[in-house]
C-alpha cells in the first residue's frame, strides 16, 4: 500500500505571496492533519480534517487554512508568508482520526519564505 | 497544561550497545503514546506505540516502557546499529483525541 504523499517537496516564496500544499493520505484513511515543524517550535499541530470537515484546529492564525476533498486528499493554503512561516509541512493519515490510532506521516514539504 | 519532552537532546552510542531515550508527558489524561523515528529529509516514521493499559511493548529491536505513576515513557532499542542514528520523538494523544503533540527530540548518534 502505497504511504502518505506531499507535493510539491520543496518550495521558495517570497513575503506577501500565498501557498497550497497537498496531501494524499494512505488508501482508506479518512483523516488528515497537518504539521509545521521548525527548529525552535518543534512538531506543533495546525489542524485535522475527517469526512471534509475540519475536525480540530491548533494554535496558528488565520492565514493557515486547509480543506479536504471527497476523496480523502486534503490541501493546505497559507496566506500572506511571512519569514517565519518557512518550516517543514508534514501531512499524516488515520484511518478516522481516533485518539488511540497511529497516524502515518509524508516526507513533507520543505517551504523558504524569502 | 499538555507537554511532552524528552530528557536529553542528544545520546551517542556506539554499534552494538542496547540505547535508552527518555520522554516525560505531564497530561495523566493521556492515553496513547508514540515513538517516532525522524531521518534526515524525511517525514516522522512510526516506531511503536502503547496504549495507557499496559507498562510494556515490545517490537523488533525496540522495546516501550510506561510509568504512569511518574509520567514517564522511554524507548530502549537493543544492538543499536549506524541506521538508527536519527532524531527520535515521543508523541502523545491530545484530550481532544486528534491532534499528536511531539516533545522536542533526542537525536542519537551511533558510532561504529
Known amino acids: 500500500k502505497a504511504g502518505v504523499t506531499q507535493t510539491p517537496r520543496y518550495l521558495i516564496k517570497t513575503r506577501g505571496q500565498q501557498v497550497t500544499l497537498s496531501c494524499s493520505p494512505i488508501?482508506?484513511?479518512?483523516?488528515v492533519s497537518w504539521y509545521q515543524q521548525t527548529p525552535g517550535q518543534g512538531l506543533q499541530f495546525l489542524f485535522e480534517?475527517?469526512?471534509?470537515?475540519?475536525?480540530n484546529k491548533g494554535n496558528f492564525p488565520g492565514r493557515f487554512s486547509g480543506r479536504q476533498f471527497s476523496n480523502s486528499r486534503s490541501e493546505m493554503n497559507v496566506s500572506t508568508l511571512e519569514l517565519g512561516d518557512s518550516a517543514l509541512y508534514l501531512c499524516?493519515?488515520?484511518?478516522?482520526?481516533?485518539?488511540?490510532?497511529?497516524?502515518?506521516f509524508g516526507p513533507g514539504t520543505r517551504l523558504l519564505v524569502l | 497544561g499538555e507537554s511532552v519532552g524528552l530528557h536529553l537532546p542528544t545520546l551517542s552510542v556506539q554499534e552494538g550497545d542496547n540505547s535508552i531515550i527518555n520522554c516525560a508527558y505531564s497530561?495523566?489524561?493521556?492515553?496513547?503514546f508514540i515513538w517516532y523515528k525522524q531521518e534526515s529529509g524525511k517525514g516522522p516514521q512510526f516506531i511503536i506505540d502503547?496504549?495507557?493499559?499496559?507498562d510494556k511493548r515490545q517490537g523488533q529491536r525496540v522495546t516501550v516502557l510506561l510509568n504512569k505513576t511518574v509520567k514517564h515513557l522511554s524507548l530502549q532499542i537493543a544492538a543499536t546499529q549506524p541506521g538508527d542514528s536519527a532524531v527520535y520523538f515521543c508523541?502523545?494523544?491530545?484530550?481532544?483525541?486528534?491532534?499528536?503533540?511531539f516533545g522536542k527530540g533526542t537525536t542519537l548518534s551511533v558510532s561504529s
Open positions: 502503547i496504549r495507557s493499559n499496559m
Open positions: 499524516a493519515s488515520s484511518l478516522a482520526g481516533g485518539n488511540q490510532e497511529t497516524q502515518y
Open positions: 497530561n495523566s489524561a493521556s492515553d496513547y
Open positions: 488508501s482508506g484513511h479518512r483523516s
Open positions: 508523541a502523545e494523544i491530545s484530550q481532544a483525541g486528534t491532534a499528536l503533540i
Open positions: 480534517y475527517f469526512s471534509e470537515t475540519q475536525r
